[in-house]
């Protein structure tokens, strides 16, 4: 018997688990999936929790709905994983697994402890992030209540998770206070280590111009080095300070724990991948999915669901014998809500930054690249269902893995 | 900006955003005038910086990130901001004779 082994069951590990267990010969494979959760998150929704359009029930479901029955599951934090000895060890039990094949699907995750002050006692009170559940409820909860004044949201350091979420959150902000009628007492600040509103520059113009239309401020290339919680406020390397009523924070997103205890990854814990072929360069049985991996694209799940093929394919030419093929292109989109029940859909990869045009059915749509429509926004609030239903369960979706020029106005 | 600046900053290619077109024709004389040129008198501690920057893209093909190079040497963030105002790691990079760091996505 051999195994399969995929640490993480998040969107990567999840899809890979369903995916293989269909394609493998389970007479002679077994497949094991191992993660610390019990409940599977739906990631973007968290972004519309803090605003009332989501409950936490929308975007929490227990995993094992998700993983199929012939894929054996352990919930179990992982003590560490040997790579040079193809095993792994869970602390559960100190239970030790041998693979023949290894998928890491360990995600990202914030760490606000880096950034000095986040946490010195304002934490949750009135500094919140929205990248978990937790700080995503607590933060609905003080806008249920709060009388206005300024709301600073700060990137502290590239990459993050989802990188168009501060713009979406921000949007959505700007439409929470007019719809309550307090826009007027709320000043919006955005505060970003990048260079512009977003990090691809065609894409950062249109967004740029929206913030500017919305009246949101912009502070550009701010790296921050500390926050000040007794004068509420935050100031940049290079000095400059900004004062928050209210800080909503991303903060620095790092890979597991358990890539830095087993030396895998890099400074933040990033897991070198080829980021054509999705194989590790270092083991030749170890593939990486998702934001785990250190590819030079989004760390989102559309990601990980453009990757899935590719991985999957390589991984099973790899077990006849063949090269791995260099297929993934660093496909990536990105439904962008923009507020008042309007979304912009941006589409891209490694080397085409996103452009204009109609997706997915060239001319016709009926989504509209790098454009407002209300389209784009069902899009976006209809994807929740898909996401659960149909991406999630392996089902086939209507999208190439690899981002196609059609329809596009370079 | 001395006339030497001038004269060697005449031979060297940039590309629009004033990085060299060709990281291998770095010397050190170019990194001072790139320097010079932003008014900056390159120390010791700018010499940590540059050389491990050099040393990552010759391993990696790839200029170190900020926070790379503040794991990696004896540099800090703060210290790193005093040395290369107004986007260290970018500038760090420029001096380098580097590309521009992959802004990350």
Not at chain 1, 266 to 285: G, M, R, Y
Not at chain 1, 342 to 363: A, C, Q, R, T
Request: charge should be negative.
């Amino acid at each position: 018997m051999k195994t399969l082994l995929i640490l993480g069951a998040g969107t990567g590990g999840t899809m890979v688990a369903t995916k293989m267990a269909h394609l493998l010969d389970l007479q002679e494979w077994r497949i094991i999936i191992v993660d610390r959760d019990e409940s599977h998150y739906y990631q973007p929704g968290f972004l519309f929790i803090p605003f009332g359009i989501y409950s936490p029930s929308d975007v929490v479901k227990p995993k094992r709905n998700f993983l199929p029955p012939q894929v054996e599951v352990f919930f179990s934090d992982i003590e560490i994983i040997e790579p040079d000895q193809n095993r792994v060890q869970l602390r559960y039990e100190k239970k030790v697994i041998n693979y023949d094949y290894l998928v890491i699907a360990t995600g990202s995750h914030i760490h606000p402890e880096e950034t000095p002050g986040l946490m010195d006692g304002a934490w949750r009170k009135n500094i919140f992030d929205f990248y978990t559940v937790e700080g995503a409820i607590a933060l609905s909860r003080f806008l249920k209540f709060w009388k206005g004044g300024r709301m600073v949201l700060n990137i502290t350091e590239m990459p993050i998770k989802c990188p168009v979420a501060p713009l979406e959150f921000i949007f959505l902000a700007d439409w929470f206070f007019h719809e309550r009628s307090m826009r007027d007492d709320v000043e919006i600040v955005f505060t970003t280590p990048l260079a512009g509103a977003f990090t691809k520059p065609r894409a950062s113009g249109i967004l740029g111009n929206l913030l500017e239309e919305k009246g949101i401020l912009l502070e550009s290339d701010f790296n921050i080095m500390e926050v000040d919680t007794t004068n509420q406020a935050i100031r940049s390397y290079d000095e400059r300070e900004i004062d928050y009523d209210l800080l909503v924070t991303i903060p620095t997103n790092m890979g597991a724990e358990v890539i830095d205890r087993s030396d895998m990854g890099d400074e933040l814990n990033f897991i070198p991948t080829d980021k054509h072929t999705l194989q590790s360069p270092k083991w030749e049985n170890v593939w990486i999915i998702g934001d785990a991996g250190n590819t030079p694209t989004s760390k989102a799940g559309s990601v990980a669901h453009f990757m899935l093929d590719v991985l999957v394919d390589n991984m099973l030419r790899h077990m006849e014998g063949l090269e791995p093929l260099p297929k993934f292109d660093g496909h990536a989109n990105c439904f962008i809500v923009s507020g008042f029940e309007k979304g912009i859909l941006i589409d891209f990869n490694y080397d085409v930054e996103p452009l204009p045009g109609k997706y997915p059915l060239p001319g016709f749509g009926p989504f509209s690249l790098l454009k407002e429509s209300a389209v784009n926004h069902w899009g976006k609030m209809m994807f929740r269902w898909i996401y659960w239903n149909m991406m999630l369960k392996g089902e086939d979706m209507p999208f190439e893995s690899q981002m196609s020029m059609a329809g596009k106005w370079a | 900006m001395s006339t030497q600046t001038e004269i060697i900053l005449e031979t060297v290619e940039f590309d629009d955003d004033g990085f060299m077109v060709d990281p291998n024709a770095w010397t050190p004389e170019i990194a001072e005038a790139i320097a010079d040129d932003q008014g900056i008198q390159l120390t010791d501690r700018h010499w940590v910086v540059i050389n491990f920057a050099r040393k990552e893209f010759e391993e990696n093909d790839e200029p170190p990130t900020l926070r790379r190079i503040t794991k990696r040497t004896d540099v800090n963030t703060k210290e790193i901001y005093q040395l290369f105002p107004g986007g260290p790691a970018k500038n760090a990079s420029r001096i380098a004779g580097l590309g521009k760091p992959t802004g990350c996505i």
